[in-house]
Structure formats: structure tokens, C-alpha cells
């Protein structure tokens, strides 16, 4: 696409009345069976910090949580495979694309040698189960299993617009572990805020969970028997918190609280705002699936989603908020051919200032 080319297609699309725009997040917390009362009470201490954390200080609407255990309370149903199925298809009859659902499993996993399995009030659920179960949801999904011989969770729920974190890196760590207590722990705590940005990534919560995982073990004298691992570019193999590797971008430039707005905005500032951090994400998606699409079709989303951002940050600007670039047009990990295209955006943006 020419310059001239792209100014065209932006003036129509500035021309276009804006529609309304809002990611929604969900969550899905599921405490299975704990086995004894001594892991009831704990999981139960779990659930509960986690709830209290998404519909506190991560804002997410309570109606849009859904809590599955052992012995329910009011508002809560039973944790069993009727009731992850019906809980999922509640999700899936209402999320879009641009909604993300949060899913974490907190009790006890197992591996007979061929089938990983969470363990539920009943039959239980293995890992191809939920990923049947899950296969056709839209929009983004972060699964996180804290349990033990959670691994092949990994590989059986990774792919493209998915974060997986696995408690363990083999299905044969099957003891009881302690990740889910330090990954609530870390959700929002300002000391996971590593970067300093006044913000906590998914990526800074995994980071710090899992290396208060190994000084609770290191402090006991013990052997850790669990070995954290996250999958965010959809190859089902994941890596440990400061392992070289390709995932850890998009965890990265995650997070579950709302993403705030400038002091003072309008609700049509906000808007644009949320807009804008939706785009951003669309694009560091579509550069993770660049190498499995054809060069002609992600050039053109490519574009499409260049002319959106411009659009969006020009009306953000002319409502008189902050045009500060979001986590994708700052990567410093785009090739050359995204960084050009970025910067013929940006100057042909800057034409309708």
C-alpha cells in the first residue's frame, strides 16, 4: 500500500462514525476435590483470596465471575464435569473476539501414564476434555493450572490468543504443590510490579510466583517438586520465569486489571482508550501468527489494524488525551519491515493533526 493510498483509506475511516467498543473480562475459578480437610481448608483460602482480588482490586464485574467447588456457597455451583460444562457454555454464548475469559484451576491434577487430569467432585476432567471443551471459544484465554501433574495441560490447551501456565514442567511431578497460594499472592501485589510501570503483567505475576515457589522450598530445606511453566506463543512447550526463550511477549504486555484512564476523562476518552489497548493486542497476536499466515494476508490486517490505531490515537489526541504509544507500536522486538510500515503510519497520521 503507497502513502497516498494509505491516507485515502484513513480519511474514509475518519469519516466513519465510531462504534461502541468494550472488552469484557470473565473468569472462571474452579476448586476441585481437595482429598482431605487439611487441603479443603487451604484451597478454600485460595478461591477465596483469588475471588476477592478479581472483583476487588482487578475490577472484574462480579456477575461476570463464576466459581465452581468442592462444598459451594451461595453463588456458587458444584465442581463437577456437568458443571464445567454448563460454565463453559454460559462463556462461550457471550464472549467476542476482543473479550478475555480468565480460567484457573485450583486442587489437585494426575497422570496415569496417558491422561492428565484435573480433579474434580466425580468423573473427572482430563486435559483433552477441556480442550474440547474450550476449543471454540472466542475471544483471548488464559488457563492457569496450579496443580500438580498440570503439564500436559500445556501442549493440550496452547494456540494462537492463549496464555497457558502449568504449576509443573512433567506430568510425573504429581505432589501436592503450592504455586496456586504465591500466584494469588502475586496478582496485583505492587512488589510484582517489576518494570515500575504502576501496573502488574501477567507475565510479572508468573515471574514472581514462581520464584516465591522456590524459596518456599529453598527455605525448607526441600527439593522443589514443581517447576512453573508459561505458554503464550501457542507451541504447547512453554518455559520457567527467566528461561531463554520465545514466549513471555505477550504475557508481558497482559493485564487483568482495566486499563485506566487518564484522570478526569470522559466515558468517550475511555472508550477510545480501551480501543486503542484492544488494537494493540490484535497486532502483537497477529506478529505471533505471522509465520503461519500467508505474507499477502498479514500485510493486509497488518494495515488494517496501522489505519485503525492511527485513527483511534488522532481521536484520542483531539479529546485532549495522552498520545504515549502502547506495548506493540514500542516493541523493540518487530522486524525492520513492521518498524517501516509503523513509521509510514505515523507520519501519514500525522497529516490530519
Known amino acids: ?26 473468569a472462571l475459578v474452579v476448586s476441585g476435590a481437595s482429598g482431605t480437610p487439611d487441603f479443603g481448608a487451604r484451597h478454600v483460602v485460595w478461591r477465596t483470596a483469588l475471588v476477592g482480588k478479581l472483583v476487588g482490586p482487578l475490577g472484574f464485574p462480579p456477575s461476570q465471575v463464576v466459581v465452581l467447588a468442592e462444598s459451594p456457597a451461595p453463588g456458587e455451583s458444584a465442581a463437577t464435569r456437568e458443571g464445567v460444562a454448563e460454565a463453559i457454555g454460559r462463556f462461550q454464548a457471550v464472549l467476542t473476539p476482543d473479550d478475555l475469559l480468565l480460567v484457573v484451576l485450583i486442587g489437585h491434577g494426575t497422570f496415569d501414564g496417558a491422561d492428565a487430569k484435573f480433579n474434580l467432585v466425580g468423573p473427572d476432567l482430563t486435559a483433552r476434555e477441556w480442550g474440547a471443551l474450550m476449543r471454540e471459544l472466542p475471544g ?40 496456586a497460594e504465591y500466584f494469588v499472592q502475586a496478582l496485583g501485589d505492587p512488589d510484582s510490579d517489576i518494570d515500575k510501570n504502576g501496573r502488574v503483567s501477567l507475565w510479572e505475576t508468573f515471574m514472581t510466583a514462581s520464584a516465591r515457589v522456590r524459596h518456599h522450598y529453598e527455605q525448607r530445606g526441600q527439593l522443589a517438586t514443581e517447576r512453573p511453566l508459561l505458554d503464550d506463543n501457542g507451541d504447547g512447550r512453554g518455559k520457567e520465569a527467566g528461561e531463554p526463550g520465545p514466549d513471555g511477549l505477550v504475557a508481558a504486555q497482559t493485564y487483568l486489571d482495566a486499563r485506566p484512564a487518564p484522570p478526569n476523562a470522559d466515558p468517550e476518552l475511555a472508550e477510545l482508550y480501551q480501543r486503542r489497548a484492544v488494537l494493540e493486542a490484535r497486532a502483537e497476536e497477529l506478529k505471533i501468527r505471522r509465520p503461519l499466515m500467508p505474507e499477502g494476508e498479514y500485510t493486509r490486517e497488518f494495515e488494517r489494524l496501522m489505519v485503525e490505531l492511527a485513527r483511534v490515537s488522532r481521536a484520542i489526541r483531539l479529546k485532549g488525551g495522552g498520545d504515549q504509544p502502547g506495548f506493540f507500536m514500542a516493541s523493540a522486538c518487530a522486524s525492520t519491515l513492521d518498524v517501516a510500515r509503523r513509521l509510514t503510519v505515523l507520519r501519514v497520521d500525522r497529516t490530519f493533526r
Open 1 to 26: 500500500m503507497t502513502r497516498r493510498a494509505l491516507a485515502g483509506a484513513l480519511a474514509v475511516i475518519l469519516a466513519a462514525p465510531s462504534a461502541a467498543w468494550a472488552q469484557q473480562r470473565y
Open 140 to 179: 483471548r484465554l488464559i488457563l492457569v493450572d496450579t496443580t500438580s501433574a498440570s503439564h500436559p495441560f500445556l501442549a493440550e490447551l496452547a494456540g494462537p490468543r492463549r496464555i497457558v501456565i502449568s504449576a509443573t514442567d512433567s506430568p510425573a511431578q504429581q505432589f501436592a504443590t503450592v504455586f
